[in-house]
Structure formats: structure tokens, C-alpha cells
């Protein structure tokens, strides 16, 4: 009957599998309208979320961003994954938030209802998160990429905070992480005049760490998250936070809770795994303990 169906009925169900993965858009009674989540790698092992509302350029209304949130709450809880990729389609990563859900919107509904507050969850994720930016990351959308651990982007990505145009300013984290990644004076120019920066400028400020071919950004981006989730989930954890505590903290006060987390690894399994492994001159088999 399920062949039946398939033959006759394929437009109603999309079911792509090969060996390492599959991917499910799941529409009518399904679990994602706007995005398209699976696992990838040789050992299933990076989550992988592709925003999927190519009409609009992806541009990440509430139930979008709602999605992602739901994504990351399950790979987050998922033992096998060990990294994250969130990325968009060739031509936009993401073109900012949904300005048609916005348009009507009044201070007090935003202030009231803390409006589009639930974002907040892409920063709070332990597991590390790579964005791979093809195309548009604008506003929210390059705010979103800035929310992740890593940014890699393909050669032709362009990034840019143009909600001065708009009449408003960013609101995720733009003028806070943009200035941070690439210094005042580039992320002044950027926030005041909505101009926006090519991949490669973003490679020369900092903002990103690797641009790719448009066809390999995915693939680079899922071997960097294989890399990471060979490595212990529990001590990579760790690593991140010391690494983000860096933007919230005094050098002296992060450099006492860096100092108390390499500590800390010392109660782990893992940290004894991989120095055992390195004087027996064998691979290290971590077990995220
Ligand atoms: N919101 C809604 N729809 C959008 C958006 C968007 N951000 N961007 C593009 N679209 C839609 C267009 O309306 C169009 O739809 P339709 O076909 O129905 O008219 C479709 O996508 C294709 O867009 P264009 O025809 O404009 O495509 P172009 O190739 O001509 O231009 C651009 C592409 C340059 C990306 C252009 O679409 C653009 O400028 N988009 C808006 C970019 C922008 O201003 N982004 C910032 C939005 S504000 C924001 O992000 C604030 C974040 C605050 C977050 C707070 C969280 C707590």
C-alpha cells in the first residue's frame, strides 16, 4: 500500500534517504513547517538544521524561529550528537526577521509579550553550533549566524544589519556581537548605514573563520561539526563555555573560571581517556564522562 501510495501520490510526501541520512520536511501532521532537520556525517553524529522557507529568503518569522528552538532542544538531549549546523539555501541563509510579522506590531505588544525573546535559546545551546552562511545573512539572519559558536561562509555570503533602514535597530544581539567580532568602527558603519559586507570582508574582521565554495560550505561546515563531536561532548562543553565567558567577563574573573574548568575536567573520565591515549600512543575513545 506504501508503494501504492508513493507511485501514486509522491507530490504529498517527500522522502529522501540515502545511506547516512534521510530528510524529512514534515509538513500536515508532521513535526517542522519551516525547517528541515537530520543527521549528518559518517557517523550520524552532527545535527543538522536547514532553514526551509526559500520563498521569503528564509526570513525567520515566530514559527521559524520556534522550530529551530524545538531542533536544538532535541539534539541537545540526543547522546549521539555532538555539533550542530544550521544553514539556509545557496541564496539566503537567512534575510532577517519576518518584516511582514513585524509591520503591525506596537511597543506594547513587543514589550509586553517580550516579543521574539525565545531567539535567546540558539546562544544557551551547550553543544557547539557552526552556521554555514551561503548568500543573505541580514539582520536577524546575521545575527542568528552570530548566535553560533563558528561562522563559516560561502564565497559569495554577504552579511549586513540594515534595520536602520527600516526605521528600527537590531534587536538579537547585532550591535552587541557584531561590535565585538569585528570592532567598533566597521560595526558602526554597518548598524548606521545598512550597508552590507561581503564574505570576505567578514573573513578579514573576524566575523567568520573560513569561506568555501558555495557547493562545499555545507560539507565543510558538517566535517568541522564531525571534528568537534569526535571529541568529548562533556569536556567540548566546558571549552565552549570558557570560551563565551570571554564576552561577559573581566580578564581576571575569566582566566579564574577558565582556570576552575580545566580543573574540573580532571574529574572527568574522558581527560584521563585522552591523556592515557596519548602516552600509549593509541586514539582516544571518549565517553562523555
Ligand atoms: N521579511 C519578510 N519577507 C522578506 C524578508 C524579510 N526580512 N526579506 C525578503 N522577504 C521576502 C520579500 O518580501 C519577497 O517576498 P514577495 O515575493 O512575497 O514579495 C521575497 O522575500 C523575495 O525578496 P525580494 O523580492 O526583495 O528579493 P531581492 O533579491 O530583490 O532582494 C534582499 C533580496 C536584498 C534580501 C531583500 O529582500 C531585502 O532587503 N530584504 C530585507 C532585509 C532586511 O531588511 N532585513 C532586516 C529585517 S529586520 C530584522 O531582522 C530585525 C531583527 C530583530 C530580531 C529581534 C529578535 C529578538
Excluded at 68 to 89: C, H, K, P, R
Excluded at 130 to 150: P, Q, S
Excluded at 152 to 181: N, S
Excluded at 262 to 267: C, D, E, I, K
Aim: some cysteine; overall charge neutral; glycine content about 10%.
Amino acid at each position: 500500500y506504501f508503494i501504492y501510495f508513493l507511485l501514486f501520490y509522491p507530490h504529498t510526501l517527500i522522502l529522501v534517504s540515502s545511506y547516512h541520512q534521510c530528510l524529512f520536511p514534515l509538513h500536515a501532521g508532521g513535526q517542522y513547517e519551516y525547517i528541515l532537520v537530520e543527521k549528518r556525517g559518517e557517523k550520524n553524529n552532527v545535527g543538522f538544521i536547514q532553514l526551509n522557507r526559500p520563498k521569503a529568503l528564509n526570513a525567520l518569522c515566530d514559527g521559524l524561529m520556534r522550530e529551530v528552538g524545538q531542533a536544538l532542544d532535541a539534539f541537545e538531549v540526543d547522546g549521539d550528537v555532538g555539533a550542530i549546523v544550521i544553514t539556509g539555501s545557496d541564496r539566503a541563509f537567512a534575510a532577517g526577521a519576518d518584516i511582514k510579522e513585524m509591520q503591525n506590531r506596537t511597543f506594547q505588544e513587543c514589550y509586553g509579550g517580550n516579543f521574539l525573546a525565545h531567539w535567546n535559546r540558539v546562544s544557551t545551546v551547550k553543544k557547539p553550533v557552526i552556521a554555514a552562511v551561503n548568500g543573505f545573512a541580514l539582520g536577524g539572519g546575521c545575527e542568528l549566524a552570530m548566535m553560533c559558536d563558528i561562522i563559516y561562509a560561502g564565497e559569495k555570503a554577504q552579511f549586513g544589519q540594515p534595520e536602520i533602514l527600516l526605521g528600527t535597530i537590531p534587536g538579537a544581539g547585532g550591535t552587541q556581537r557584531l561590535t565585538r567580532a569585528v570592532g567598533k568602527s566597521l560595526a558602526m558603519e554597518m548598524v548606521l548605514t545598512g550597508d552590507r559586507i561581503s564574505a570576505q570582508e567578514a573573513k578579514q574582521s573576524g566575523l567568520v573563520s573560513k569561506i568555501c565554495p558555495v557547493d562545499q560550505l555545507v560539507s565543510e561546515a558538517v566535517k568541522c561539526g564531525e571534528k568537534i563531536a569526535s571529541n568529548s561532548k562533556l569536556v567540548s562543553a566546558m571549552a565552549k563555555e570558557a570560551v563565551n565567558a570571554a564576552f561577559e567577563l573581566t580578564l581576571a574573573e575569566g582566566n579564574r573560571l577558565e582556570k576552575r574548568l580545566f580543573h574540573a575536567t580532571f574529574a572527568t573520565d574522558d581527560r584521563k581517556e585522552g591523556m592515557t591515549a596519548f602516552v600509549e600512543k593509541r586514539k582516544a575513545s571518549f565517553q562523555d564522562k
